[in-house]
């Protein structure tokens, strides 16, 4: 299929998905104007991460992810600099939350260039970024070269993975559509020594000791009972896989979330640590070490939420929340935080027209860079202050991060009776 009618297709899914999203709470990308026209495809994607490379000078390589997704394609990512202190940055888990794929790329293009500034930054840490983790949710195609499809026939971007095991009646997986897949954004195992763990079997609250550490291949057939044998999202095992590797002092990943209003203004950027301490509590029962490196990653974690804070005050466009997202361990802010990284989301509000878009570019830009300026100058961020984060970055409208699991279904033996839906996006403010 040409590629003007594979993006028209995707431009009128992305359309359909808009207006069925609440634009009162964060759930991915909402707004006027919306338009996937001036994003890069997957391919255009791996194109300028490559012609970026090219250009370094061997300032940064280039590389992909031990897994594929379910839909054969490879996941790239991008390493830059030599230094011994170490921050990940991830984006677009969700397919639909796009613009944040594009900031990626463009800060991994001024980290590789020749400024002061830049050598710097890569002199004193070894970055890794990974532009678009959910490279079937936004574009997946086919061998064919037409769209992916879920079982009700809608084509991507939408939230989800690609696996459409589940498209029958019964059970499903926690976090999962129907049909469709899974949110790679809950299934980030939290133990260190269970890299492939389901951290959604058999639940996430008395469970979570639990340790399901085979390599469950979901491009094969599997069943609901193969969910207590290991992670069956490959997006979210190559995560994991990068933070064993390089022990990442901060992870930073960026998001979209529906138009917020506080105080009539508009709300264009939130921000949260991770906020598991339940689970960390949990795990002393088979990890003494378990509460100790949790603190120390939300300890830094929030001095990264005070330079965000500190630095986006400076941009008229920029104005920061207290995201409310839950305490689901599964989520990859509460994930690498329990493994004791500084791990921080970073939303930003969802409009994907041409002006908007832009300024969402510019505020991840921005936030990003910031982060990595500061840990280069000194890798524990000692000059920043935890306590500050809840004093300079506030709940919008008042309304706190949510202590819930953050879905309406209880969860037993990693399944739900239902699942996720289009229609019914309460459970996403986990983020």
């Known amino acids: 299929m040409p590629m003007r009618k594979i993006l028209a297709a995707a431009a009128i899914a992305a359309a359909t998905l808009a207006a069925h999203a609440q634009t009162s709470v964060p759930n991915g990308p909402n707004g006027d104007n919306d338009s996937i026209a001036s994003l890069r495809t997957y391919e255009q994607m791996v194109a300028a991460l490559k012609s970026s490379v090219h250009t370094s000078g061997g300032a940064m390589r280039y590389d992909v992810l031990p897994w594929k997704s379910n839909g ?46 830049s050598t710097a930054i890569r002199n004193a840490l070894t970055v890794i970024i990974v532009p678009r983790v959910n490279v079937d949710g936004f574009d997946g195609r086919k061998a064919d070269g037409t769209l992916i499809t879920d079982s009700q026939g809608r084509v991507p971007p939408w939230r989800q993975n690609y696996d459409k095991t589940f498209s029958g009646a019964g059970p499903v997986p926690a976090f999962y559509q129907r049909g469709r897949g899974y949110d790679i ?193 000194d890798a524990g961020l000692n000059g920043f202050d935890p306590n500050q984060a809840a004093v300079l970055v506030k709940p919008a409208n008042g309304l706190p991060p949510n202590s819930g699991q953050g879905e309406s279904e209880a969860i037993t033996a990693g399944t739900v009776p239902e699942g996720d839906s289009d229609e019914h996006d309460d459970h996403h403010l986990g983020n």
């Open 72 to 117: 054969g394609r490879e996941i790239p990512y991008v390493v830059v600099g030599k230094g011994a202190t170490t921050a990940l940055i991830i984006a677009q888990q969700h397919g639909d939350e796009m613009e944040t794929s594009d900031s990626a790329v463009n800060l991994a293009r001024t980290l590789s260039n020749n400024s002061m500034a």
């Open 185 to 377: 954004n809950r299934y980030h195992a939290f133990r260190p020594e269970c890299p492939l763990d389901n951290p959604n079997f058999p639940n996430i609250t008395t469970g979570v000791v639990s340790c399901e550490n085979q390599d469950l291949d979901s491009t094969k057939p599997y069943g609901l009972a193969d969910l207590g044998k290991g992670n069956p999202v490959p997006e979210a095992k190559n995560i994991r896989w990068l933070a064993d590797k390089y022990k990442p002092a901060v992870t930073l990943d960026l998001h979209h979330q529906g138009t917020r209003v506080n105080d009539g203004k508009m709300v264009t950027a939130s921000t949260l640590w991770p906020t598991a301490d339940a689970t960390a509590q949990r795990l002393l029962a088979v990890d003494p070490k378990a509460m100790t490196r949790f603190n120390a990653g939300q300890a830094m974690a929030k001095r990264v939420v005070v330079i965000i804070a500190q630095t986006l005050a400076q941009y008229p466009y920029a104005n920061l929340s207290l995201y409310p997202g839950g305490t689901e361990p599964g989520i990859s802010r509460n994930a690498y935080g329990l493994l004791g990284s500084g791990s921080v989301l970073l939303e930003l509000r969802g409009g994907i027209g041409t002006k908007s878009g832009g300024y969402i570019q510019k505020i991840g830009y921005h936030a990003s860079y910031a982060v990595l300026h500061e840990l280069a100058r």
